[in-house]
């Protein structure tokens, strides 16, 4: 690989990572307005049928491009490529058509499943999303195996803007127009679909673009292919393998979310609970789900940032910078997360009364933020196996994390209400982390815990921890307003606790520091703070 080849990759893939965290953002942010203006009840409505979305388009906008991507690049000859790509868009068709047929066939099924016949609505609208999902692989597929990320980057915020405008106009009609919550959950699980029928645009338009500049040198499938294409059965399958392990790994928390779909609110009925008090408790149950998602941004933006050059490593058996990237990886990662975690759990009673009201279910949600630790430790070591193209593993240890959580969730949430579904998925996902750390070299798990970075770690976040809860406790109960701007502030107060105690303890090397979006300042600053002692 050339050094301008290189160049554009690794800036296609920061492109790629900015986009993603963009949407990522949207996707968290504009659900604590639309709970504001359609409660609870509106709100669980809504977040039944969320993860049936969230993993259509997981499909659509990241494993099934990734594939195409992966075929476009391996098939040697044009003339094969064009007629594999062809078939593979068949393949795809016949995808989105399971889903499409699968969505208006078993909506009655999937929402009697739930415990709610009137959710049927929202999955027959969720089930049109397979007909733009070979739209949106093959489009996204065909740009990434061209190394050009900014048609990809783009269709991806524009759905999310298009999904999310739409979802917060409906949530404003409905409030006027006095909706039912099942007709307005209907209507703004729409935005998904004009959303992805905006990325497709944005796709086509491009495409278009790109094909007036540079004319086909030959037409599409003409002449001898030199090697075999792969039969519809063979992509049938490698499809459903290999793309259905990409999706257990991009959308693990959706398919926990999708378990407590079909067991909370039914278990909680089913315990003695009427329906109306199930579907308040699990609405408030889902308000984690967004600030579970801004807490794993920066982890994830630094797993994306270091997994090039992990698998550059790896490629160039560099054994001592792979192993030495690896461990950065994984404690800035566990570090970040952590910090995140404990500063949320403590700022919960502000957090929760600011952005939603009331305190209501605080302490279920103050459980449901130790995922945030747990799946950055998880992406973390599987990116290690990954770049060591040992995929394998990873997919085995999710699926071992999706069964205990589905194993024990009904169990959990009869004995204690949506806590037990929080401690339940913090279970599952403990399992699958033990199973992937397990899987990484001795060696790499030795470098994790040398130098006591377990216990600097634990210093670090129980003196940050404190203060912040501190703060909070003699903060006392005030209005929305005024929970915000604390919650703020006492954000601020931790950070600068966090950095200091991080610098006194050592917890990070310098190598690591600088690896941080803000590394280069924070070494000086902490300088300067030595300097004056």
Same mark, same amino acid.
């Given at each position: 690989?050339?050094?301008?080849?290189?160049?554009?990759?690794?800036?296609?893939?920061?492109?790629?990572?900015?986009?993603?965290?963009?949407?990522?953002?949207?996707?968290?942010?504009?659900?604590?307005?639309?709970?504001?203006?359609?409660?609870?009840?509106?709100?669980?409505?809504?977040?039944?049928?969320?993860?049936?979305?969230?993993?259509?388009?997981?499909?659509?906008?990241?494993?099934?491009?990734?594939?195409?991507?992966?075929?476009?690049?391996?098939?040697?000859?044009?003339?094969?490529?064009?007629?594999?790509?062809?078939?593979?868009?068949?393949?795809?068709?016949?995808?989105?058509?399971?889903?499409?047929?699968?969505?208006?066939?078993?909506?009655?099924?999937?929402?009697?499943?739930?415990?709610?016949?009137?959710?049927?609505?929202?999955?027959?609208?969720?089930?049109?999303?397979?007909?733009?999902?070979?739209?949106?692989?093959?489009?996204?597929?065909?740009?990434?195996?061209?190394?050009?990320?900014?048609?990809?980057?783009?269709?991806?915020?524009?759905?999310?803007?298009?999904?999310?405008?739409?979802?917060?106009?409906?949530?404003?009609?409905?409030?006027?127009?006095?909706?039912?919550?099942?007709?307005?959950?209907?209507?703004?699980?729409?935005?998904?679909?004009?959303?992805?029928?905006?990325?497709?645009?944005?796709?086509?338009?491009?495409?278009?673009?790109?094909?007036?500049?540079?004319?086909?040198?030959?037409?599409?499938?003409?002449?001898?292919?030199?090697?075999?294409?792969?039969?519809?059965?063979?992509?049938?399958?490698?499809?459903?393998?290999?793309?259905? %392990?990409?999706?257990?790994? #991009?959308? *693990? &928390?959706?398919?926990?979310? !999708? +378990?407590?779909?079909? /067991?909370? @609110?039914?278990?909680?009925?089913?315990?003695?609970?009427?329906?109306?008090?199930?579907?308040?408790?699990?609405?408030?149950?889902?308000?984690?789900?967004?600030?579970?998602?801004?807490?794993?941004?920066?982890?994830?933006?630094?797993?994306?940032?270091?997994?090039?050059?992990?698998?550059?490593?790896?490629?160039?058996?560099?054994?001592?910078?792979?192993?030495?990237?690896?461990?950065?990886?994984?404690?800035?990662?566990?570090?970040?997360?952590?910090?995140?975690?404990?500063?949320?759990?403590?700022?919960?009673?502000?957090?929760?009364?600011?952005?939603?009201?009331?305190?209501?279910?605080?302490?279920?949600?103050?459980?449901?933020?130790?995922?945030?630790?747990?799946?950055? %430790?998880?992406?973390?070591? #599987?990116? *290690? &196996?990954?770049?060591?193209? !040992? +995929?394998?593993?990873? /997919?085995? @240890?999710?699926?071992?994390?999706?069964?205990?959580?589905?194993?024990?969730?009904?169990?959990?949430?009869?004995?204690?209400?949506?806590?037990?579904?929080?401690?339940?998925?913090?279970?599952?996902?403990?399992?699958?982390?033990?199973?992937?750390?397990?899987?990484?070299?001795?060696?790499?798990?030795?470098?994790?815990?040398?130098?006591?970075?377990?216990?600097?770690?634990?210093?670090?976040?129980?003196?940050?921890?404190?203060?912040?809860?501190?703060?909070?406790?003699?903060?006392?109960?005030?209005?929305?307003?005024?929970?915000?701007?604390?919650?703020?502030?006492?954000?601020?107060?931790?950070?600068?606790?966090?950095?200091?105690?991080?610098?006194?303890?050592?917890?990070?090397?310098?190598?690591?520091?600088?690896?941080?979006?803000?590394?280069?300042?924070?070494?000086?600053?902490?300088?300067?703070?030595?300097?004056?002692?």
């Amino acid at each position: 690989m050339n050094a301008a080849h290189s160049k554009r990759l690794m800036r296609g893939a920061w492109i790629l990572s900015v986009a993603g965290l963009i949407a990522k953002l949207l996707s968290a942010v504009y659900r604590v307005p639309y709970q504001n203006l359609v409660g609870n009840t509106g709100f669980y409505v809504y977040q039944q049928i969320y993860p049936l979305y969230g993993i259509i388009m997981t499909m659509a906008l990241t494993a099934g491009p990734v594939f195409v991507a992966k075929v476009a690049v391996t098939t040697p000859d044009l003339v094969t490529r064009q007629r594999t790509l062809k078939r593979l868009a068949g393949v795809l068709a016949i995808w989105g058509g399971v889903v499409f047929i699968g969505g208006f066939a078993g909506a009655g099924i999937i929402a009697s499943w739930m415990g709610d016949a009137r959710l049927a609505p929202l999955v027959r609208v969720v089930g049109c999303m397979g007909l733009t999902l070979p739209l949106l692989a093959m489009g996204r597929g065909y740009f990434q195996a061209q190394y050009s990320m900014t048609e990809t980057a783009w269709s991806q915020v524009v759905e999310q803007v298009v999904r999310v405008g739409v979802i917060l106009t409906v949530a404003v009609i409905a409030v006027h127009a006095s909706w039912s919550h099942y007709l307005t959950g209907t209507w703004a699980m729409t935005g998904g679909v004009l959303g992805a029928l905006a990325a497709a645009a944005v796709l086509a338009i491009s495409w278009l673009r790109q094909r007036a500049k540079r004319p086909r040198l030959t037409d599409f499938g003409a002449g001898q292919a030199r090697t075999q294409v792969p039969s519809w059965s063979h992509l049938m399958w490698q499809t459903f393998s290999e793309g259905g %392990a990409l999706v257990l790994y #991009a959308a *693990i &928390l959706l398919i926990l979310q !999708l +378990v407590d779909s079909f /067991t909370v @609110a039914k278990s909680l009925v089913e315990s003695g609970m009427t329906m109306s008090a199930a579907e308040n408790l699990k609405g408030i149950y889902d308000r984690g789900q967004p600030m579970v998602q801004l807490g794993l941004v920066v982890a994830t933006a630094l797993t994306q940032s270091l997994l090039p050059p992990l698998s550059g490593a790896h490629q160039q058996h560099a054994d001592h910078t792979f192993t030495r990237t690896g461990t950065v990886l994984v404690h800035l990662s566990v570090a970040v997360s952590l910090l995140a975690t404990v500063g949320l759990c403590a700022e919960m009673p502000l957090l929760n009364r600011g952005l939603f009201g009331d305190t209501d279910g605080t302490l279920v949600l103050q459980v449901y933020m130790l995922i945030i630790a747990v799946t950055a %430790a998880i992406n973390a070591c #599987a990116s *290690i &196996l990954q770049s060591q193209d !040992l +995929v394998r593993v990873p /997919t085995i @240890a999710i699926l071992a994390g999706v069964l205990v959580k589905a194993l024990v969730n009904s169990y959990f949430v009869h004995h204690w209400q949506t806590a037990g579904a929080s401690w339940a998925t913090v279970l599952g996902l403990g399992v699958t982390m033990m199973v992937i750390y397990l899987a990484l070299d001795p060696l790499i798990r030795r470098r994790i815990w040398s130098g006591g970075f377990g216990w600097r770690l634990l210093v670090v976040a129980a003196g940050m921890g404190a203060v912040v809860w501190t703060g909070v406790t003699l903060t006392g109960t005030v209005g929305r307003v005024s929970a915000v701007i604390w919650a703020i502030l006492w954000a601020i107060v931790g950070l600068i606790v966090a950095v200091a105690l991080a610098a006194w303890t050592g917890l990070f090397t310098r190598r690591e520091v600088l690896a941080l979006p803000v590394g280069a300042r924070i070494l000086r600053m902490t300088k300067h703070l030595r300097k004056g002692e």
